[in-house]
Every structure is written in C-alpha cells, then in structure tokens.
C-alpha cells in the first residue's frame, strides 16, 4: 500500500511553485470579481425593505405605513397577478399525470389542457417531470417553441438551435462566460442597463464597454455611438466580441424602432459581433404606433441568412402577461455558430444537466398558448388582454404622476414593465448624500422607503449619464394601488425637496 502524500512528502519545483501561485491568483481574481459584482435589484434598498417588512409583522405600528410596495423588481405574481388558466392547469397535470385517469377530471380540466398535457408527457422520457431530460431541454418541447418562433417570425426555426434554460438569466451568463476570456474582452452594453449584464460580465472577467441611450430621444440608441465606443475601446486594446440589446428596454421602457433595429443589425454584421438580444418583454409593448419584431425577424427581412450574423435571442416565461419568475422557465436561440462552438454551449449547459422541467413546459406554452377554436382560448385572451390593457394604464398613471413632481422628468412609458424618471436634486440633498457616503439617487430612495414603505430602485445600479439621477420603478403594483403610491410618492417627494431646496 503506497504511503499517504503529504507536504513534506512533496519535492517542490520550479513548475509546482508556478502551478501554486498561478492558482492562488486564479483565486484572488475569481473573489476580487465577485466583490465587484453588483446587482441593484435587489441590494442595499431591497434588504432594508425587507428588514422593515418583518419589523411591521412583528408590530404593525413600527412604521408610519402598513406595508412595503415592492416596486423594484419585475415580480409580478408576487405583487397580485394571476396565473394564466390554463398554464396550470397543463403544469398541475403534468406534475400528477394520474389525474388524466380520473373521470372527474373532465369537468375539473378544460379539454384542450387535458390533451395538451397528455401530449407534453408522450414527449418526456418516462412521462415524468422529476425525471433530468436533456440538457438542451425535451426535445418535443424545443420543436414546439421552434414552431411558434416560426409562426412569430414568418421564417424557419431549427430545434437545435434552441437550448431551454432556467429562466432567461442563466442563459446570458453562458454565453458571455464564452465570449469572454481575459479582461481584455469587452461587450458592448447600454448604459443605463438591466445590472445582470454588467454583473456577469464582472464575474467572468470581462470589460463592459459601454454606449449610452439618448434620453432626450426617448432613451434612443445611435449607432454613431456604437461606431464611437467600439473605436475608442479597440484603441485601449479591448476586443470587443458582442453588443448587448435589450428591447423592449429595461429599466428604461422604451421599444425600438424597426429601421433603428436594422441599423444595429448591419452594425454587428459589418463589425463581426455576437448580437445578444434581450427580448424578454417582447409581449409587452403599450404604445399602438410601437410593435415588436425580434432581431432574428429583421435581419432575416433584410436578407441576413444563417452565415451573415452571430444572433441570440433570450425569452423568458418570468414576464409578458404570464410573469411565471418562480417557475424559472426560459430559452435561447443561438444562430450562426458552428459545430465546435455548439459543442461548447452543450458542454456549458451539461453541467448543470438540465434545466428544471415545469419551466421548460411553460416555456413551450409561452410559445404555443391556446388558438382560436379550443375551449380555453376565450377566458385565456381576455385574461392577456386584461393583463396588458391594465400595465399600460399603470404605466401611464406612474408616468403621468411622475412628470407633476417638481425636478422629475420621465419619458413615455412604450414597453416592458418600469419607468426611469430622472431627478434633478437639489445640491443640498447631493452633499448630504456625499456625507452618508452614498449616491444621491440611492440617499433619495432610501428616504422614500423608510418615510413611505415605497421601493424605487436607485438609477445608479444601472448606470447613467454622470452627474444626472434616476430610479427605476416597476408598474406591477395591482391597478387599485396605485392611487396609494402616487399619494405616497408626491407627498414624500414635497417635503423632500422643501427639505433641502437651495
């Protein structure tokens, strides 16, 4: 039996020593990268809302409000909206598929989930949704949302070009974990931007190069821009490998016009870049003049095939009017790369062996929702339409409420799910700020939590132009609330700026 290796037991050389100190500064680089990672949404405001929350719970009089109006995140069940029907009830009888046995469950269930479940579960291997499946997703489920990105897009769509994910989140963090190597890598991301950009590109080492959306436009993007930050950081030695769109934006709402999506697909294929297309809120656009058509879509119609431009689009079940976040459910579409690189995805998504079934379900009925003529489609429009009708009247309340506040501007509400007003604080309440050590935006949204249970998400987490101010905040409080937050806010806001007017 061979003796126990041990330290002492070890002859040290050249090459283990090299081998030792490369690993521990692997390993100083990998904390210094997640000290700074930082995600806004749910940070320092956020932790303290909640900490006021189990303050109220213990004792209802603790603070001058009865409950804390989460305003800072795209959580929308978690704030009063209703699942859609007839997801759940596909879902509930997927996950207890002896249901479909049962005779009562005729009149319990409508008859297209019934058979829209019994289909799903002929496509899992052993009819079970506890079971892995593969690590690209269940492939009946893939050529199901493959079919309705087909029938969005009115051009074709591969199977295999789809890898199902946990929500839309983990698939952004494979792809730039693979499009950066050093720090000398950079990806192109508004500013502001939506903080798991910035943050995974910090945790994978990367430099995030940013361009900056035109407020005075409506949050426009100007390729000129584009053209501006690409040269500027190619002259630093930054290879800039990809450029992130997020449309419909967050948090700044806005939807981009179909010639400016053009503009930025001519952009990335003249350049050779990855175009990595948010497009989570493709179903919420609250402006008739606005309509979405993916990326994907527009460079096809310009005569952008398969071998002219690197193309990922992310959807997400977390928003639309379905907001299903807690069921982590989401895909990418990756076009244009070849066999070796599709091995590397497929390894990425391998390891963690597959995403969790029921957001993979939901993912291919966010993509195949009932059709006119099956028996859930009329309580299953009206439930969308009713969804979406009701965020656009928030959106235009809050934006309405937002542009009577003394120093508040804030652009149209076009899509998505938030507004980000800008503030012009005054310089007293700037200094106080510098004195708490902390941004103005974020002194200002802490004193409209503690004095109102409001939660605004300070504009500093996404980033902005320097020396301007904004907050970001949801239109996912239930319809009859909003009343109570523009109260709040308009109150708070008055003495705030009385407070500290010059």
Not at 168 to 173: K, L, N, T, W
Not at 282 to 302: A, D, L, T
Not at 354 to 374: F, H, R
Request: hydrophobic residues 35%.
């Amino acid at each position: 039996m061979a003796p126990p290796v041990t330290v002492n037991s070890i002859n040290p050389s050249t090459e283990l020593i090299a081998f030792l100190c490369a690993h521990i500064n692997l390993r100083i680089l990998s904390f210094r990268q997640v000290i700074e990672c930082e995600y806004a949404v749910r940070g320092e405001i956020v932790i303290l809302a909640q900490k006021l929350q189990e303050e109220i719970k213990a004792n209802p009089a603790a603070h001058p409000f009865e409950e804390i109006l989460y305003c800072n995140i795209g959580n929308p069940q978690s704030l009063g909206q209703q699942p859609i029907t007839f997801f759940r009830e596909v879902l509930a009888l997927c996950d207890h598929p002896s249901l479909l046995d049962k005779s009562e469950t005729q009149s319990l269930f409508s008859t297209d989930s019934i058979q829209r479940a019994s289909k799903i579960l002929d496509q899992i291997p052993g009819r079970a949704t506890g079971a892995y499946s593969h690590s690209q997703g269940v492939k009946g489920l893939r050529d199901t949302i493959a079919a309705g990105i087909e029938a969005r897009d009115s051009f074709p769509a591969d199977p295999n070009d789809i890898f199902l994910t946990d929500g839309a989140s983990p698939a952004v963090h494979m792809m730039i974990q693979l499009l950066i190597r050093s720090e000398n890598d950079g990806i192109l991301c508004p500013i502001p931007q939506y903080p798991l950009y910035s943050a995974s590109i910090a945790l994978h080492g990367g430099t995030l190069v940013p361009y900056y959306l035109d407020e005075a436009t409506g949050w426009g993007l100007e390729v000129s821009d584009l053209k501006k930050q690409l040269e500027t950081a190619k002259s630093k030695g930054i290879d800039v490998r990809a450029l992130v769109v997020i449309n419909p934006g967050n948090p700044t709402g806005q939807v981009l016009a179909e010639e400016n999506r053009k503009e930025i697909a001519k952009f990335c294929k003249e350049e050779g870049l990855v175009l990595l297309a948010d497009e989570v809120y493709q179903e919420n656009v609250y402006v008739p003049e606005k309509k979405f058509h993916s990326f994907k879509k527009v460079s096809r119609s310009m005569g952008y095939g398969e071998k002219d431009i690197h193309l990922v689009s992310f959807q997400s079940v977390s928003k639309g009017y379905y907001g299903e976040c807690g069921k982590r459910g989401g895909y990418m579409e990756i076009t244009r790369f070849g066999a070796d690189v599709r091995e590397h995805i497929y390894k990425l998504a391998s390891v963690n062996l597959c995403s969790n079934i029921s957001g993979q379900i939901l993912a291919s009925l966010v993509m195949s929702p009932p059709k006119v003529g099956d028996e859930s489609y009329e309580s299953y429009s009206a439930k969308r339409d009713g969804i979406l009708s009701s965020l656009a009247r928030r959106a235009k309340t809050l934006e309405d409420a937002f542009n009577k506040l003394e120093g508040v501007t804030c652009n149209k509400a076009e899509g998505a799910m938030y507004l980000f007003p800008r503030i012009n604080l005054p310089e007293k309440a700037i200094k106080a700020a510098g004195e708490a050590r902390t941004a103005a935006d974020a002194f200002y949204c802490r004193r409209l939590l503690t004095e109102t249970g409001i939660v605004f998400v300070p504009g500093s987490g996404f980033g902005q132009v320097p020396g301007t101010w904004h907050f970001r905040c949801t239109i996912l409080p239930q319809e009859y609330k909003i009343p109570a937050v523009v109260t709040r806010l308009t109150d708070f806001h008055k003495r705030f700026m009385d407070e500290f007017r010059d």
